[in-house]
DNA sequence: CTCCAACCTTACGTGAACGTAAGATAGAGA
DNA sequence: TCTCTATCTTACGTTCACGTAAGGTTGGAG
């Protein structure tokens, strides 16, 4: 794919496509010919649309998505050796394992992020309580009168 | 209290409340003598507190930001008179159900965003237990090898 | 009243994250 | 092969959210 149907697909402008290049945020310049047409596979879509969901919902900076980043093509990497034929059982297992620690850092910045939305969410729930209350009984005061 | 004071007790600069209040989302210089120090109250506090952790938590920018705030203060002034003795019972009512209407438009903006959360959360933990069960399946033909 | 730290205003500087314009080029289709 | 259209590089512009420096003023402690 192209720089264009790319943005196009993932819901942003081939600017902001390079500049996360140019910052390492997308495969960059790997055996490209200079002036020569970027190429995107599938996967670096995902990979794409995984950054700016982080990026959206966590609000993270270059430096924190670079670092999720390195995480994501670690996967990648490791998911084709995984499936490689020749990758012998005890690796696949060390494989598995370090795909375990990665998600599992992923799951604690999220959990994190939930765990404060949670608490406000609560403490905006009672504050709508404390007012439904006034209101019970405030509609108790005029229907005694 | 002073700007300083304030600054300490949120954790942020005077240079970040002055521009707070430069974009509306602090009190402004209603009744400030020219070049007068900046004085707080403590809903003030209260109330930049909440500004600030909205901003962390959903990643809002000034516009955003500035209809909560508008909404704070309609929450303080309404709270006020509530609390005045002279007010009717009908007037009350009527102010209980606004502060009902915030407090849900808030609610609302929270939500929304717990739930992307809980969809990636849910998407990560997903992928773990993939990577899970397929360890089980390594550990299992070692154990038969 | 005096002093001085904390504040004031004004204004320019900064980093992140792109937008936009210009001139040259690549590469898919007729 | 020729033709466009999307891309390329380079580079300056922009907005947001403050940081920082300069020179003058306020106002509470002593």
């Known amino acids: 794919m192209r720089i264009g149907e790319v943005a196009a697909a993932v819901g942003t402008t081939p600017r902001t496509i390079r500049y996360y290049e140019e910052i390492g945020l997308m495969p ?6 200079p002036g020569a047409h970027r ?13 700016l969901r982080l990026k959206g919902l966590l609000g993270l900076g ?24 020749t990758t012998s059982p005890a690796r696949r297992t ?7 620690a990665i998600v599992d850092h992923q799951l ?18 009672e504050r709508r309580g404390r007012i439904a209350a006034r209101l019970e009984e405030l509609s108790e005061g005029a229907a005694r009168a």
């Open 28 to 33: 960059g310049t790997a055996g490209r010919e």
């Open 39 to 51: 190429t995107y596979s599938e996967d670096d879509v995902e990979q794409l649309r995984e950054v």
């Open 62 to 85: 270059l430096d924190e998505l670079a670092e999720l980043v390195a995480n994501q093509e670690a996967r990648r990497t490791l998911r084709e050796e995984f499936r490689s034929a």
């Open 94 to 100: 060390r494989i598995l394992v370090e795909l375990d």
């Open 108 to 125: 604690e910045l999220v959990d994190r992020r939930r765990a404060q939305l949670d608490q406000l969410d609560a403490e905006l729930r």
